[in-house]
């Protein structure tokens, strides 16, 4: 696959059907994501991939209590104010990360990623991203959580059987399966709108109205 078409079109698909993901799909994708850099290629990290069932329906529970606390708290407001205003975008997001919290016990398979001794906590993303682009690469669709690590860490650990006294820390949580839907390009703010140039505030000189990359065809 094009790298562009990988860059432009590996959105949060998160409604996947429940088939399971082939073996060698999962050994790409982690094996893309450790060669991903890590702070000093430390590589402090550890994978653990779900695809028990009776382990993704645990783990489907516990994200969605993580989900109800988050649709209660943190966003509670926000998608309040979006569907009065009838704000398109955030009610998509939200119909869309409903269904994965409804589904999450159904997906074939959850990524788990933890790192220890990263002060900088940034370490981790460059390998969840590379192994969610590998599984765009073999058609696999992808979203990346953070409600589990948040509300539930605790529990997690004691479900998987994380040992609690070594540092490990749960970071991300990748939900992946074949698509219900179909890959698009992401919509953003135009980058001209988010970059300065040489001085914060300081306009750059171009726009970029549309995305750079097309798919053909
Ligand atoms: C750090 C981070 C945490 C996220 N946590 C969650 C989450 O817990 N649950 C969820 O459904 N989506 C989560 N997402 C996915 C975002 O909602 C998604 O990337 C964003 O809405 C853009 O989606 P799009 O690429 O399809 O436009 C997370 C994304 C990031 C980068």
């Not at 001794?117 to 669709?141: C, E, F, K, Q, T």
């Not at 890959?183 to 726009?207: L, N």
């Amino acid at each position: 696959m094009d790298l562009y078409e990988a860059l432009y079109t590996t959105r949060a698909m998160r409604r996947v059907r429940p088939d399971p993901v082939p073996t060698e799909v999962i050994r790409s994708m982690l094996d893309a994501a450790i060669r991903a850099p890590s702070g000093g290629n430390s590589q402090n990290w550890r994978f653990v991939v779900v695809t028990d069932p009776d382990m993704r329906r645990r783990l489907g529970e516990l994200y969605r209590e993580a989900f109800a606390i988050l649709r209660e708290t943190v966003y509670k407001d926000l998608w309040e104010r979006a569907r009065q205003v009838g704000d398109e975008a955030s009610l998509r997001v939200q119909r869309s990360s409903q269904w994965l919290a409804e589904h999450a016990g159904d997906v074939p398979l959850w990524l788990l990623a933890f790192s220890r001794n990263d002060p900088s906590g940034a370490s981790i993303y460059p390998a969840v991203w590379s192994a969610m682009l590998a599984a765009r690469g073999h058609g696999v669709g992808t979203c990346l959580t953070t409600i589990l690590a948040h509300f539930k860490s605790a529990d997690v650990f004691e479900l998987l059987g994380v040992p609690d006294d070594r540092g490990w820390v749960l970071n991300a949580a990748v939900s992946a399966g074949y698509p219900l839907g179909r890959w698009g390009i992401a919509a953003r703010k135009p980058v001209h709108r988010v970059t300065y140039q040489d001085r914060w505030g300081e306009p750059v000189p171009w726009e970029v109205n549309e995305p750079l990359y097309r798919p053909s065809g």
